[in-house]
C-alpha cells in the first residue's frame, strides 16, 4: 500500500522535509477507476451549486502578501521560531497534500465525469494557493519547501474511495474549525498576532467549509456509505482517528499554541466538538464527547505520546527504545479502543428533527 522513494538532497534555503512519522500528514492516491463510475444523480443539485460557488472564485484576490508581510522576522527566534516554522511546514504539507489529491482525481476523471473533473480542478486550484502562501510565508524565515522534490520523495498511501470521501470530508471541516477559532481568537487578543498570515485565515477557512461541504454531498449521494451497520462502523473509526490524531498533535506542538496565547487542551477540545457536530450533518453517527472518559481518555493517549517522544530523544539504543515503547503504544490502543467502544449518537434518527 506503502511506495517510498529515496531522501532528497539538503539544498541552501530549502528546508529538508520533516521526517514521517504516524501523525505527519501524508500524501494519497485512490482508485480513479471507482470515483469516474460514481454515479451522483442523488446530489447533482448539491454538486451543480457547489461547483456555481467554486466558480465565482471568491477568494481570488485573497491570498497577496500584502504591506503587513515586508518586514524583518528576526524578531522571531529561538523556540518561539522553530514552532513557528514546524507550524508552517506541516500546514504546507496537507494542504499541497490536497493539491496532489485534487489534481490527479481531476485529470483522471477529464474524460469519463466532466462535473467531478471540474470541481476537482478547481479545489486543487485553491489548495495550491493555500499551501503556496504558507511556503511563501516559510520564505519569510529563510526557508521553503522545494514542493516539486517533496511531491518525488514523499510516500503515496493508497486509500480506497470510501475511505477518501470519509477522510477529506474530516480534514477540510477540521481545518475549517481550526482555521477559524484562531482566526476569532486573534481578533479578540491581538496582542498574540505576531505574524500577519493568521488576519488571512477568515476568508480562507471558507475555502476548506465549501471543499468539506462538496465532499458532504459526494458522500450522502452514496447511500451505502451512511445506510449500513458498515457505514456506521466506519464512521465512527475515522472520525476517532482524525480526532485522536488532532489531540495528539496538538500537544506535541504546545508551544505554537502557547505562542497564539491558545490553552493547547482547551484549543484541541474546541475543535474536536465543534468537527464532530459539523460531522453529523454527513456522517450516519457522531461521537459522543461529552462521554466522561471521552476527553479524559483522549488525553492519556497524548500523554502517554509524549513520553514515547521523549523516549525518541533518548540516547538509548533501538532496541532499548521499542522495550520502553511498547507498553506505552499499547496503552495508546487500548485507550482508543475503550473510546471507539462508547456508544456513538444516531445522527440519521436526529435528521429531520430540530436540532
Ligand atoms: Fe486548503
Ligand atoms: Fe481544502
Not at 104 to 119: D, G, W
Not at 159 to 171: A, G, K, N
Request: charged share 25%; with cysteine; aromatic share 14%.
Amino acid at each position: 500500500m506503502v511506495n517510498t522513494l529515496p531522501q532528497p538532497e539538503v539544498k541552501p534555503g530549502i528546508k529538508a522535509p520533516a521526517k514521517e512519522t504516524v501523525l505527519t500528514p501524508r500524501f494519497y492516491t485512490t482508485d480513479f477507476e471507482a470515483a469516474a463510475s460514481l454515479d451522483l444523480s442523488a446530489q447533482e443539485k448539491e454538486l451543480q451549486a457547489m461547483l456555481a460557488e467554486m466558480r465565482a472564485d471568491y477568494n481570488r484576490h485573497h491570498f497577496v502578501r500584502d504591506e503587513e508581510f515586508e518586514q524583518s522576522w528576526e524578531h522571531i527566534d529561538g523556540e518561539a521560531r522553530r514552532a513557528f516554522i514546524e507550524y508552517l511546514e506541516r500546514s504546507c504539507i496537507s494542504e499541497f497534500s490536497g493539491f496532489l489529491l485534487f489534481k490527479e482525481l481531476s485529470r483522471k476523471l477529464k474524460q469519463r465525469s466532466p462535473l467531478l473533473a471540474e470541481i476537482f480542478q478547481l479545489m486543487a486550484r485553491d489548495e495550491a494557493r493555500h499551501a503556496g502562501f504558507l511556503n511563501k510565508a516559510m520564505g519569510d524565515f529563510k526557508l521553503s519547501l522545494d514542493l516539486g522534490e517533496v511531491t518525488k520523495v514523499r510516500t503515496y498511501t493508497f486509500f480506497p474511495l470510501e475511505w477518501v470521501l470519509y477522510t477529506v470530508y474530516l480534514s477540510e471541516k477540521i481545518g475549517y474549525w481550526r482555521y477559524i477559532i484562531i482566526y476569532h481568537h486573534l481578533q479578540k487578543h491581538s496582542e498574540h498576532q505576531f505574524y500577519p498570515i493568521f488576519r488571512k485565515f477568515e476568508s480562507w477557512c471558507q475555502d476548506e467549509n465549501r471543499h468539506g461541504d462538496i465532499f458532504k454531498a459526494l458522500l450522502r449521494s452514496q447511500p451505502q456509505l451512511w445506510n449500513n451497520w458498515r457505514s456506521r462502523l466506519w464512521s465512527r473509526f475515522f472520525l476517532l482517528s482524525v480526532f485522536a490524531t488532532h489531540t495528539l498533535t496538538v500537544h506535541e506542538r504546545a508551544s505554537f499554541y502557547h505562542l497564539l496565547g491558545l490553552e493547547p487542551t482547551e484549543f484541541d477540545q474546541q475543535v474536536v466538538r465543534n468537527t464532530n457536530e459539523t460531522a453529523g450533518r454527513a456522517f450516519p453517527v457522531m461521537l459522543n464527547t461529552e462521554h466522561p472518559h471521552f476527553f479524559p481518555r483522549l488525553q492519556n493517549c497524548s500523554n502517554y505520546n509524549l513520553k514515547i517522544a521523549e523516549i525518541s530523544r533518548s540516547s538509548s539504543n533501538k532496541v532499548v527504545k521499542f522495550i520502553r515503547k511498547l507498553p506505552l503504544i499499547t496503552a495508546i490502543l487500548w485507550n482508543l479502543l475503550l473510546v471507539y467502544l462508547i456508544k456513538p449518537i444516531d445522527t440519521e434518527v436526529l435528521r429531520g428533527t430540530v436540532r
